[in-house]
Protein backbone atom coordinates (compact mmCIF):
# COMPACT_ATOMS: atom_id res chain seq x y z
CA UNK A 1 0.00 0.00 0.00
CA UNK A 2 2.96 2.20 1.00
CA UNK A 3 4.37 1.63 -2.63
CA UNK A 4 1.34 2.35 -4.11
CA UNK A 5 0.85 5.93 -2.31
CA UNK A 6 4.51 7.01 -3.18
CA UNK A 7 3.82 5.90 -6.94
CA UNK A 8 0.59 7.98 -6.98
CA UNK A 9 2.46 11.25 -5.28
CA UNK A 10 5.09 10.89 -8.06
CA UNK A 11 2.61 10.58 -10.89
CA UNK A 12 0.43 13.24 -9.66
CA UNK A 13 2.44 16.16 -11.32
CA UNK A 14 2.39 14.38 -15.09
CA UNK A 15 -0.92 13.70 -14.62
CA UNK A 16 -1.70 17.27 -13.79
CA UNK A 17 0.22 18.19 -17.13
CA UNK A 18 -2.43 17.66 -19.40
CA UNK A 19 -4.86 19.44 -17.20
CA UNK A 20 -2.86 22.75 -17.13
CA UNK A 21 -2.70 22.28 -20.93
CA UNK A 22 -6.29 21.95 -21.48
CA UNK A 23 -6.74 25.23 -19.16
CA UNK A 24 -4.32 27.06 -21.00
CA UNK A 25 -5.08 26.13 -24.78
CA UNK A 26 -8.32 27.84 -24.66
CA UNK A 27 -6.88 31.37 -23.94
CA UNK A 28 -4.13 30.52 -26.81
CA UNK A 29 -7.00 29.63 -29.20
CA UNK A 30 -9.12 32.60 -28.38
CA UNK A 31 -5.97 34.62 -28.67
CA UNK A 32 -4.88 33.30 -31.60
CA UNK A 33 -8.52 33.67 -33.11
CA UNK A 34 -9.01 37.74 -32.02
CA UNK A 35 -5.55 38.46 -33.72
CA UNK A 36 -6.91 36.71 -36.98
CA UNK A 37 -10.25 38.49 -36.77
CA UNK A 38 -8.82 42.02 -36.30
CA UNK A 39 -6.37 41.36 -39.10
CA UNK A 40 -9.88 40.23 -41.40
CA UNK A 41 -11.35 43.25 -40.05
CA UNK A 42 -9.13 45.35 -41.56
CA UNK A 43 -8.43 43.61 -44.59
CA UNK A 44 -11.85 43.36 -45.25
CA UNK A 45 -12.60 47.18 -44.62
CA UNK A 46 -10.78 48.51 -47.02
CA UNK A 47 -11.47 45.52 -49.86
CA UNK A 48 -14.83 46.60 -49.58
CA UNK A 49 -14.00 50.02 -50.07
CA UNK A 50 -11.99 49.30 -52.98
CA UNK A 51 -14.31 46.65 -54.74
CA UNK A 52 -16.52 50.06 -54.20
CA UNK A 53 -14.59 51.93 -56.04
CA UNK A 54 -14.02 49.70 -58.78
CA UNK A 55 -17.51 48.85 -58.93
CA UNK A 56 -18.38 51.87 -59.73
CA UNK A 57 -15.69 52.93 -61.83
CA UNK A 58 -16.85 53.54 -65.54
CA UNK A 59 -13.60 52.24 -66.86
CA UNK A 60 -11.79 50.53 -64.93
CA UNK A 61 -8.38 49.15 -65.63
CA UNK A 62 -8.28 45.52 -64.51
CA UNK A 63 -10.65 42.49 -63.22
CA UNK A 64 -11.78 42.47 -59.28
CA UNK A 65 -8.80 39.94 -58.83
CA UNK A 66 -6.61 43.41 -59.65
CA UNK A 67 -8.89 45.21 -57.00
CA UNK A 68 -8.41 42.77 -54.40
CA UNK A 69 -4.55 42.56 -54.79
CA UNK A 70 -4.84 46.77 -54.58
CA UNK A 71 -6.93 46.11 -51.22
CA UNK A 72 -3.96 43.66 -49.78
CA UNK A 73 -1.16 45.95 -51.02
CA UNK A 74 -3.13 49.03 -49.30
CA UNK A 75 -3.34 46.97 -45.91
CA UNK A 76 0.09 46.70 -45.90
CA UNK A 77 0.87 50.14 -46.88
CA UNK A 78 -1.45 51.22 -43.97
CA UNK A 79 1.23 49.12 -41.80
CA UNK A 80 3.78 51.21 -42.99
CA UNK A 81 5.64 48.40 -45.49
CA UNK A 82 6.39 50.12 -48.03
CA UNK A 83 5.22 48.48 -51.65
CA UNK A 84 7.15 48.55 -55.22
CA UNK A 85 5.00 49.41 -58.69
CA UNK A 86 5.63 47.54 -62.07
CA UNK A 87 3.96 49.54 -64.03
CA UNK A 88 6.30 52.53 -64.36
CA UNK A 89 6.96 54.25 -67.91
CA UNK A 90 10.88 53.79 -67.67
CA UNK A 91 10.72 50.17 -66.97
CA UNK A 92 12.21 50.31 -63.87
CA UNK A 93 10.37 49.58 -60.64
CA UNK A 94 9.64 52.22 -58.65
CA UNK A 95 9.02 52.48 -54.44
CA UNK A 96 5.86 53.62 -52.99
CA UNK A 97 6.53 54.26 -49.28
CA UNK A 98 4.06 57.23 -47.91
CA UNK A 99 2.07 55.99 -45.30
CA UNK A 100 -1.89 57.36 -45.09
CA UNK A 101 -1.41 57.82 -41.75
CA UNK A 102 -4.86 58.14 -41.28
CA UNK A 103 -4.69 54.40 -42.39
CA UNK A 104 -2.26 53.51 -40.03
CA UNK A 105 -4.81 54.42 -36.90
CA UNK A 106 -6.89 50.96 -38.11
CA UNK A 107 -4.99 48.13 -37.83
CA UNK A 108 -3.49 49.90 -34.95
CA UNK A 109 -7.02 50.35 -33.21
CA UNK A 110 -8.07 46.53 -33.96
CA UNK A 111 -4.90 45.10 -32.69
CA UNK A 112 -5.21 47.17 -29.22
CA UNK A 113 -8.51 46.70 -28.94
CA UNK A 114 -8.54 42.77 -29.55
CA UNK A 115 -5.17 42.42 -27.10
CA UNK A 116 -7.14 43.95 -24.66
CA UNK A 117 -10.44 42.38 -25.12
CA UNK A 118 -9.09 38.99 -24.62
CA UNK A 119 -7.30 39.94 -21.31
CA UNK A 120 -10.49 41.68 -20.02
CA UNK A 121 -12.34 38.23 -21.14
CA UNK A 122 -9.65 36.43 -18.91
CA UNK A 123 -10.92 38.37 -15.11
CA UNK A 124 -13.97 36.43 -16.49
CA UNK A 125 -13.16 32.89 -17.60
CA UNK A 126 -9.96 32.07 -16.64
CA UNK A 127 -8.42 32.50 -20.24
CA UNK A 128 -5.68 33.48 -21.36
CA UNK A 129 -3.07 35.56 -19.38
CA UNK A 130 -1.22 39.01 -20.22
CA UNK A 131 1.82 36.67 -22.34
CA UNK A 132 -0.28 34.17 -23.92
CA UNK A 133 -3.02 37.23 -25.41
CA UNK A 134 -0.11 39.15 -26.71
CA UNK A 135 1.46 35.61 -28.17
CA UNK A 136 -1.79 34.83 -29.49
CA UNK A 137 -3.10 37.42 -30.89
CA UNK A 138 0.71 38.61 -32.42
CA UNK A 139 0.34 35.31 -34.00
CA UNK A 140 -3.00 35.38 -35.30
CA UNK A 141 -2.45 38.86 -37.22
CA UNK A 142 0.87 37.94 -38.46
CA UNK A 143 -0.41 34.60 -39.95
CA UNK A 144 -3.60 36.64 -41.93
CA UNK A 145 -0.76 39.51 -42.89
CA UNK A 146 1.75 36.23 -43.94
CA UNK A 147 -1.23 35.36 -46.78
CA UNK A 148 -2.18 38.88 -47.24
CA UNK A 149 1.53 39.47 -48.46
CA UNK A 150 1.72 36.47 -50.48
CA UNK A 151 -1.72 37.35 -52.23
CA UNK A 152 -0.48 40.98 -53.09
CA UNK A 153 2.87 39.72 -54.29
CA UNK A 154 0.62 39.07 -57.44
CA UNK A 155 -0.81 42.07 -58.20
CA UNK A 156 0.88 45.42 -60.06
CA UNK A 157 1.87 47.43 -56.21
CA UNK A 158 3.86 44.26 -54.76
CA UNK A 159 5.03 44.60 -51.22
CA UNK A 160 8.88 45.20 -49.99
CA UNK A 161 9.06 42.01 -48.38
CA UNK A 162 12.07 43.62 -45.99
CA UNK A 163 9.71 46.61 -45.04
CA UNK A 164 6.88 44.12 -44.92
CA UNK A 165 8.56 41.82 -42.66
CA UNK A 166 9.79 44.66 -40.23
CA UNK A 167 7.16 47.05 -40.10
CA UNK A 168 4.23 44.89 -40.22
CA UNK A 169 5.46 42.63 -37.08
CA UNK A 170 6.47 45.78 -35.25
CA UNK A 171 3.08 47.77 -35.34
CA UNK A 172 1.24 44.60 -34.19
CA UNK A 173 3.78 43.82 -32.16
CA UNK A 174 3.69 47.62 -30.13
CA UNK A 175 0.11 47.89 -30.24
CA UNK A 176 -0.78 44.52 -28.90
CA UNK A 177 1.71 45.16 -25.77
CA UNK A 178 -0.60 48.49 -25.46
CA UNK A 179 -3.73 46.75 -25.21
CA UNK A 180 -2.66 43.89 -22.79
CA UNK A 181 -0.94 46.51 -20.70
CA UNK A 182 -4.37 48.74 -21.08
CA UNK A 183 -6.36 45.81 -20.07
CA UNK A 184 -3.89 45.45 -16.60
CA UNK A 185 -4.96 48.95 -15.83
CA UNK A 186 -1.44 51.22 -17.12
CA UNK A 187 0.83 49.55 -14.37
CA UNK A 188 3.75 51.54 -13.82
CA UNK A 189 5.84 48.30 -13.34
CA UNK A 190 6.71 47.41 -17.18
CA UNK A 191 7.54 51.26 -18.29
CA UNK A 192 9.71 51.52 -15.46
CA UNK A 193 11.45 48.60 -15.86
CA UNK A 194 12.13 49.85 -19.80
CA UNK A 195 13.22 53.17 -18.49
CA UNK A 196 15.60 52.17 -15.84
CA UNK A 197 17.48 50.80 -18.45
CA UNK A 198 18.73 54.62 -19.64
CA UNK A 199 21.82 55.72 -17.51
CA UNK A 200 20.65 57.41 -14.80
CA UNK A 201 21.59 61.20 -16.07
CA UNK A 202 19.59 60.74 -19.30
CA UNK A 203 16.97 59.60 -17.15
CA UNK A 204 16.96 62.33 -14.45
CA UNK A 205 16.95 65.01 -17.12
CA UNK A 206 14.13 63.29 -19.33
CA UNK A 207 11.64 62.16 -16.46
CA UNK A 208 12.89 64.81 -13.61
CA UNK A 209 13.34 61.90 -10.84
CA UNK A 210 14.04 58.01 -11.28
CA UNK A 211 11.34 55.54 -11.58
CA UNK A 212 9.52 54.79 -8.91
CA UNK A 213 10.05 58.45 -7.37
CA UNK A 214 6.31 59.29 -7.39
CA UNK A 215 5.14 62.65 -8.78
CA UNK A 216 7.65 63.61 -11.00
CA UNK A 217 7.05 61.46 -13.82
CA UNK A 218 4.45 63.08 -16.44
CA UNK A 219 3.46 61.08 -18.89
CA UNK A 220 1.41 62.33 -21.01
CA UNK A 221 3.44 66.16 -21.79
CA UNK A 222 5.54 64.30 -24.54
CA UNK A 223 1.97 63.46 -25.92
CA UNK A 224 0.75 67.11 -25.37
CA UNK A 225 4.03 68.41 -26.98
CA UNK A 226 3.42 66.43 -30.05
CA UNK A 227 -0.57 66.87 -29.66
CA UNK A 228 0.11 70.93 -30.05
CA UNK A 229 2.62 70.89 -32.29
CA UNK A 230 0.86 68.92 -35.14
CA UNK A 231 -2.54 71.05 -34.47
CA UNK A 232 -0.79 74.04 -35.05
CA UNK A 233 -0.21 72.12 -38.30
CA UNK A 234 -3.23 71.37 -39.04
CA UNK A 235 -4.74 74.66 -38.30
CA UNK A 236 -1.79 76.20 -40.88
CA UNK A 237 -3.14 73.66 -43.28
CA UNK A 238 -6.61 74.86 -42.77
CA UNK A 239 -5.54 78.52 -43.24
CA UNK A 240 -3.83 78.10 -46.74
CA UNK A 241 -7.00 75.57 -47.95
CA UNK A 242 -9.32 78.57 -46.92
CA UNK A 243 -6.73 81.18 -48.07
CA UNK A 244 -6.23 79.10 -51.90
CA UNK A 245 -9.50 77.96 -51.98
CA UNK A 246 -9.81 78.65 -55.40
CA UNK A 247 -7.17 77.03 -56.66
CA UNK A 248 -7.54 73.84 -54.49
CA UNK A 249 -10.91 73.24 -55.89
CA UNK A 250 -9.52 73.48 -59.60
CA UNK A 251 -6.86 71.24 -58.78
CA UNK A 252 -9.41 68.72 -57.59
CA UNK A 253 -11.69 69.05 -60.42
CA UNK A 254 -8.30 68.49 -62.83
CA UNK A 255 -6.99 65.45 -61.38
CA UNK A 256 -10.00 63.10 -62.57
CA UNK A 257 -13.31 62.80 -64.30
CA UNK A 258 -16.47 61.44 -63.46
CA UNK A 259 -18.02 61.40 -59.38
CA UNK A 260 -16.66 57.61 -58.77
CA UNK A 261 -12.91 59.03 -59.72
CA UNK A 262 -13.71 62.69 -57.59
CA UNK A 263 -14.36 60.41 -54.42
CA UNK A 264 -12.01 57.93 -54.80
CA UNK A 265 -9.15 61.40 -54.92
CA UNK A 266 -11.53 62.69 -52.19
CA UNK A 267 -11.05 59.81 -49.82
CA UNK A 268 -7.39 59.48 -50.66
CA UNK A 269 -7.38 63.24 -49.39
CA UNK A 270 -8.98 62.09 -46.38
CA UNK A 271 -6.47 59.87 -45.75
CA UNK A 272 -3.61 61.90 -46.47
CA UNK A 273 -4.90 64.69 -43.96
CA UNK A 274 -2.54 64.04 -41.10
CA UNK A 275 0.52 63.93 -43.22
CA UNK A 276 -0.55 67.24 -44.63
CA UNK A 277 -0.41 68.42 -40.94
CA UNK A 278 3.09 67.01 -40.47
CA UNK A 279 4.30 68.85 -43.55
CA UNK A 280 2.62 72.23 -42.54
CA UNK A 281 4.43 71.42 -39.06
CA UNK A 282 7.30 71.02 -41.04
CA UNK A 283 7.33 74.30 -43.04
CA UNK A 284 6.36 76.19 -40.24
CA UNK A 285 9.24 75.13 -38.22
CA UNK A 286 11.81 76.00 -41.40
CA UNK A 287 12.83 72.76 -42.79
CA UNK A 288 10.14 72.73 -44.98
CA UNK A 289 9.34 69.57 -47.43
CA UNK A 290 10.81 68.05 -50.74
CA UNK A 291 8.85 67.53 -53.65
CA UNK A 292 10.49 65.45 -55.85
CA UNK A 293 14.22 65.49 -56.62
CA UNK A 294 15.60 69.07 -56.77
CA UNK A 295 12.04 70.63 -55.48
CA UNK A 296 11.92 72.30 -52.17
CA UNK A 297 9.03 73.98 -50.31
CA UNK A 298 10.48 76.27 -47.27
CA UNK A 299 9.58 79.59 -45.73
CA UNK A 300 13.02 79.75 -44.51
CA UNK A 301 15.18 81.94 -46.57
CA UNK A 302 18.66 83.60 -45.92
CA UNK A 303 16.87 86.84 -45.54
CA UNK A 304 14.19 85.29 -43.25
CA UNK A 305 16.18 83.82 -41.04
CA UNK A 306 18.95 86.34 -40.53
CA UNK A 307 15.57 88.66 -40.13
CA UNK A 308 14.20 86.14 -37.27
CA UNK A 309 17.23 85.94 -35.61
CA UNK A 310 17.73 89.57 -35.62
CA UNK A 311 13.98 89.78 -34.11
CA UNK A 312 14.74 87.27 -31.61
CA UNK A 313 17.79 89.43 -30.49
CA UNK A 314 15.95 93.06 -30.64
CA UNK A 315 13.44 90.84 -28.34
CA UNK A 316 15.82 89.65 -26.05
CA UNK A 317 17.01 93.04 -25.60
CA UNK A 318 13.86 94.57 -24.12
CA UNK A 319 13.43 92.43 -21.80
CA UNK A 320 16.96 92.73 -20.71
CA UNK A 321 16.42 96.15 -20.51
CA UNK A 322 12.95 96.26 -18.43
CA UNK A 323 14.08 93.95 -16.21
CA UNK A 324 17.59 96.53 -15.95
CA UNK A 325 15.59 99.19 -15.28
CA UNK A 326 12.74 97.49 -12.99
CA UNK A 327 16.27 96.34 -11.00
CA UNK A 328 17.72 99.23 -10.32
CA UNK A 329 16.33 103.24 -9.17
CA UNK A 330 17.30 105.65 -7.23
CA UNK A 331 17.15 105.55 -3.09
CA UNK A 332 17.83 109.64 -2.46
CA UNK A 333 19.36 111.83 -4.37
CA UNK A 334 22.68 113.14 -5.10
CA UNK A 335 25.31 110.08 -4.55
CA UNK A 336 22.45 108.14 -4.14
CA UNK A 337 19.99 109.05 -7.52
CA UNK A 338 20.37 105.73 -9.11
CA UNK A 339 21.60 102.33 -7.90
CA UNK A 340 21.46 98.83 -10.32
CA UNK A 341 22.44 98.73 -13.71
CA UNK A 342 22.29 101.27 -16.11
CA UNK A 343 19.44 99.95 -18.30
CA UNK A 344 19.77 101.84 -21.89
CA UNK A 345 23.68 100.16 -21.72
CA UNK A 346 22.70 96.98 -20.38
CA UNK A 347 20.17 96.43 -23.15
CA UNK A 348 22.27 98.07 -25.95
CA UNK A 349 25.00 95.07 -24.54
CA UNK A 350 22.50 92.80 -24.83
CA UNK A 351 21.38 93.86 -28.34
CA UNK A 352 24.79 93.82 -29.52
CA UNK A 353 26.16 90.11 -28.13
CA UNK A 354 22.64 88.31 -29.00
CA UNK A 355 22.52 90.00 -32.70
CA UNK A 356 26.50 88.86 -33.41
CA UNK A 357 25.55 85.19 -32.32
CA UNK A 358 22.91 84.67 -33.33
CA UNK A 359 22.48 85.49 -36.71
CA UNK A 360 25.61 83.97 -37.84
CA UNK A 361 24.77 80.97 -36.62
CA UNK A 362 21.44 80.94 -37.56
CA UNK A 363 22.78 81.44 -41.11
CA UNK A 364 25.47 79.01 -40.40
CA UNK A 365 23.00 76.15 -39.21
CA UNK A 366 20.74 76.82 -42.40
CA UNK A 367 23.93 76.93 -44.68
CA UNK A 368 24.87 73.23 -43.42
CA UNK A 369 21.38 72.04 -43.56
CA UNK A 370 21.23 73.23 -47.18
CA UNK A 371 24.25 71.50 -48.07
CA UNK A 372 23.33 68.29 -46.63
CA UNK A 373 20.23 68.41 -48.79
CA UNK A 374 21.33 69.07 -51.36
CA UNK A 375 23.83 66.60 -51.65
CA UNK A 376 21.18 64.20 -50.69
CA UNK A 377 18.91 65.30 -53.78
CA UNK A 378 21.95 65.27 -55.71
CA UNK A 379 22.30 61.55 -54.98
CA UNK A 380 18.63 60.70 -55.54
CA UNK A 381 18.85 62.58 -59.45
CA UNK A 382 21.71 60.76 -59.80
CA UNK A 383 19.84 57.33 -59.04
CA UNK A 384 16.89 58.65 -60.86
CA UNK A 385 19.34 59.32 -64.16
CA UNK A 386 20.99 55.70 -63.51
CA UNK A 387 17.73 54.20 -63.48
CA UNK A 388 16.35 56.20 -66.35
CA UNK A 389 18.85 54.95 -68.74
CA UNK A 390 19.22 51.50 -67.42
CA UNK A 391 15.16 51.34 -67.93
CA UNK A 392 15.88 52.51 -71.73
CA UNK A 393 18.79 50.31 -72.42
CA UNK A 394 16.45 47.70 -71.43
CA UNK A 395 13.42 48.21 -73.64
CA UNK A 396 16.20 49.20 -76.45
CA UNK A 397 17.28 45.58 -75.84
CA UNK A 398 14.17 44.23 -76.08
CA UNK A 399 13.15 46.27 -79.39
CA UNK A 400 16.10 44.87 -81.05
CA UNK A 401 15.51 41.16 -80.29
CA UNK A 402 11.92 41.11 -80.93
CA UNK A 403 12.70 42.98 -84.46
CA UNK A 404 15.78 40.10 -84.67
CA UNK A 405 13.43 37.46 -83.89
CA UNK A 406 10.75 38.69 -86.70
CA UNK A 407 13.33 39.22 -89.22
CA UNK A 408 14.54 35.39 -88.84
CA UNK A 409 10.63 34.55 -88.69
CA UNK A 410 10.28 36.35 -92.41
CA UNK A 411 13.51 34.79 -93.74
CA UNK A 412 12.39 31.63 -92.72
CA UNK A 413 8.73 32.25 -94.11
CA UNK A 414 10.36 33.29 -97.30
CA UNK A 415 12.76 30.22 -97.38
Known amino acids: MTVVIQMTVRRSPLSSLPARLRDRSPGLAASVVSGALAAGLGLGSLAVLVMVLWISSPYPDS ?5 LHVAAALWLLAHGAEL ?5 LSGVPAPVGVT ?14 AARDVVADDEDTAGAAGWTAFAGVVLGYLAVGAGAALYAAGGELRPSWVWTGVCVPAVVTVAAGAGVWTAH ?23 GRTPGGGSGWRRGRPLRGVALLVGGGALLLASSLVWHGGAARLSFLQLTEGWSGRFAVLLLCVALV ?27 TRGRTAGT ?38 GGAALLWTAALAIPTALGVRAWRCRERRDRRARKARRARKATVAG ?16 MICISTQA
Open 63 to 67: GPGGA
Open 84 to 88: VRTDT
Open 100 to 113: PLLLLVLPVWLVHR
Open 185 to 207: GRPRGPVDSVLLLLPAPVRRLVL
Open 274 to 300: PNAAVWSLSYALGPGFELGAGQEAAVW
Open 309 to 346: AGLAAVLCAASVTLLAALAGGPLGVAALAWFGPVWWLT
Open 392 to 407: RETRRNRGQASRTVAR
